[in-house]
Each structure stands twice: as structure tokens, then as C-alpha cells.
């Protein structure tokens, strides 16, 4: 995959995370879980440090019952992921959603007006993921708790695009695990009948 071409933005940014995390007296994240989401989801060296980072904060995040956990950890490995990963996965739709909002422009084009952050910090991830090949327009705005955040104008097809690449990265585990379930069954009726019968004993 080629490098990235940060903007200067981008550098401010990554130039602020690297001094908090110098000044931060605990631990970075794992270096195996970082390579992990940079290989599953395609984020550069920087961007998955600061979203595992994010993603290890959040108390609200989706987290993996244990049970969950036990009856998915082998397909999981087979597929690449860890349960962090996993969880950050599934996390990926519920944060499109609570950061969209749909929109008309005065010429009653529809739209949707996508609020950057998390897996899409970056407008030119955006563009990556949506296959741009025109910068969208981006806006600064207030957020509902008084924040300035930044959206931009992305249209419907592009946003089908988005959640079509989330999408494709949960096939692979869903289709494994559709087919360990439909095993189940097949598996205990095997099973049935198999032994010896007191009242029919073998000739």
C-alpha cells in the first residue's frame, strides 16, 4: 500500500498526539494490536495508535460478552482479529450513525453531512474510503455540547460506500460463524443412535 501524504493539518495533528503521548506517564498501546489495526483497517502507524488509544477510553464503546467471546475466538484468530478489534468493528456503523445527519443544499440536492472523527479523523481518509477523487467541502460547526467540530458535505453514494468498506471487513468472521452454527446441528444428529442397544444387541 503507498504512504500517505499528510497535509499540514494532519501534521499539526499528529505533531500534538506525539507530544501527549511523551508527556503521558502510561503505557502505549500494543505494538501487536496496533500492527493488527493498521493491517484489518488500513490506518496508518499514527491513526491506529490514536484511535486504539480513543477506543480504550470510551466507557460507552461496545464491548464483547465473555460467552460471546468463547464461542468466537477461534474464527476470530482466523480472520486477524483480536476481540479488541472486533469490538472496534462493530463500534465502526453505530458511530457513522450518531455522526450523520441529512441534508438538503439550495438546489434541494440531497446530502449528508458527515461529522469527522474516529475511523474518519481525516478527509482525506474519507476520500480513500469513498474513492473521491474531489475533496469534499468541509465546514466548521458547533457540535450539541458546544465543541467545534468539522463535517463534511459527502453524497448518499459516497456514504453507501462508507459503510459498504465496513461492511466487507465483517463478512469474512459473519460467514465463518453462519457456518460453525449451521454445523451444530448436523454435528449432535450424528451423534444420535450411536452406542449399543440393550434390548437389540449386535449380531
Known sequence: MPSRVYSTDEWIAIEELLRLASNSQKPGPDSAEVQRWRRLFEYSHF???YLLQEFLKDVTRYRMTDSEYELMAAILAANGHS???WEHLN?????LDAHT???TDRWGNSWTLLRLGGF???VERV?????LR???ICEQMVGGNGEAITVAWVDNYSMGKIYEWVDQRM????DAASRLKKAEPVAEDSNVGVGTSVDNPPH
Open 134 to 136: 474531489v475533496k469534499p
Open 83 to 85: 476481540r479488541l478489534s
Open 120 to 122: 474518519l479523523t481525516f
Open 101 to 103: 445527519r441529512p441534508t
Open 127 to 131: 476520500m480513500e474510503i469513498a474513492k
Open 47 to 49: 491513526e491506529a495508535i
Open 91 to 95: 463500534s465502526l456503523k453505530h458511530m
Open 171 to 174: 463478512v469474512p468472521v459473519r
